[in-house]
């Protein structure tokens, strides 16, 4: 097969451009790694409220979201429970953003 027929895997990430430097920091350096590796990579930055709005409805591919820590392992792990599981598309609202 020649090279002109394969197709450009394209990956978008959504990362948060409000006091999240560690978060931005991180998805960007993804980007990087993948972009080494042949994968096309598109960062998209977005303010609070469309960021959260995105996350809650399942509208991404790829974000970097981590759970706040706690000494409540149950804290950690409830978002994966089945009762909090929503289809894309549908919020979660502060519940199952790992989908």
């Known amino acids: 097969m020649a090279s002109s027929q394969w197709k450009t ?14 978060r931005m920091r991180l998805d960007f350096s993804v980007a990087e ?4 590796f042949g ?8 303010d609070s409220i469309i ?7 399942g509208d991404f591919e790829v974000c970097s979201h981590w759970t706040i820590p706690s000494f409540d392992i149950y804290f950690a ?3 994966y429970h089945s009762s909090y599981y929503k289809p894309s598309g549908k919020l979660a609202f502060s519940k199952n953003f790992i989908r």
């Open 33 to 36: 790694q993948w972009k080494k």
């Open 39 to 46: 994968i096309d990579v598109n960062v998209e930055t977005y």
């Open 77 to 79: 792990i409830q978002q």
């Open 9 to 22: 895997w394209v990956i978008n990430i959504i990362s948060a451009s409000f006091n999240e430097v560690q």
């Open 51 to 57: 960021y959260v709005v995105k996350i809650s409805s």
